[in-house]
């Protein structure tokens, strides 16, 4: 069974540092990988795709980077804000499985002002 | 609609009773997924739709949970007999294809009583 560990489970920051969060796979076979964030109560928005033949994506202030040998994965955030207090979700599917993804338990995120 | 809509947003259940919960994918989107989320868990995958083949049920936790996409494009999952352990947020995601980014809906959150 494919297991998603992300580390740190809670981080808490005061604004304007620069994060990481990270992510890993037990099996490496992963075919692309999917940062999310869920606000509370609230569904899933997708943040960033790095496709099958991608090493990184970038938007705005994040930066994700997925390094298929190994089967982790990196998220940075630039300059952190309030706004993006949330908790931060990975998945990818298995090359064999059709597109469903496999989640971590999320790292739980708190920018103060 | 610009994106994934599902209904209700909130439901709650006797035990024993039957739920339906609706999901309407973004227009056109050919590959559908059900996943639960229980609380302070990453989601969960139950079942993947194309069009409206059935392609994967392997994550259906029982056989009181059927789920359906008769025409391709709307969805329903529904769960017999609920147990409090039906309790969870259930989250539907559709994407253009297989493997391709997907994107999630507000789940609708059944607790049962």
């Known amino acids: 069974k494919q297991e998603v560990t992300q580390i740190p489970a809670a981080l808490s920051v005061p604004e304007g540092e620069n994060l990481v969060l990270n992510c890993s796979f037990t099996d490496s076979a992963i075919y692309n990988l999917q940062w999310f964030r869920q606000d509370p109560g609230k569904g899933l928005t997708s943040l960033l795709l790095?496709?099958?033949?991608?090493r990184e994506q970038t938007s705005g202030r994040l930066n994700a980077s997925l390094d298929k040998s190994s089967g982790r994965s990196t998220l940075y955030i630039a300059a952190s804000q309030p706004g993006d207090s949330a908790t931060y979700l990975c998945?990818?599917?298995?090359?064999?499985?059709?597109?469903?993804?496999?989640f971590g338990r999320g790292t739980q995120l708190t920018v103060w002002p | 609609g610009a994106g994934v809509s599902q209904s209700p947003r909130y439901k709650v259940a006797k035990r024993g009773q039957d739920v339906a919960l609706r999901c309407d994918p973004i227009?056109?989107?050919?590959?559908l997924f059900w996943y639960q989320q229980a609380l302070g868990q990453g989601p969960e995958f139950l079942t993947y739709f194309q069009n409206e083949a059935q392609l994967d049920k392997s994550g259906l936790p029982s056989d009181r949970f059927f789920a359906e996409r008769p025409e391709g494009s709307v969805s329903t999952l529904k769960i017999q007999r609920t147990q409090q352990e039906d309790s969870a947020v259930y989250l539907c995601?559709?994407?253009?294809?297989?493997?391709?980014?997907?994107?999630f809906g507000p789940g609708t959150r059944l607790t049962v009583l």
């Open positions: 227009s056109g989107h050919v590959s």
């Open positions: 998945a990818g599917p298995r090359d064999s499985t059709l597109g469903r993804l496999y």
């Open positions: 995601a559709s994407s253009s294809r297989a493997y391709n980014e997907q994107f």
């Open positions: 790095i496709q099958s033949s991608q």
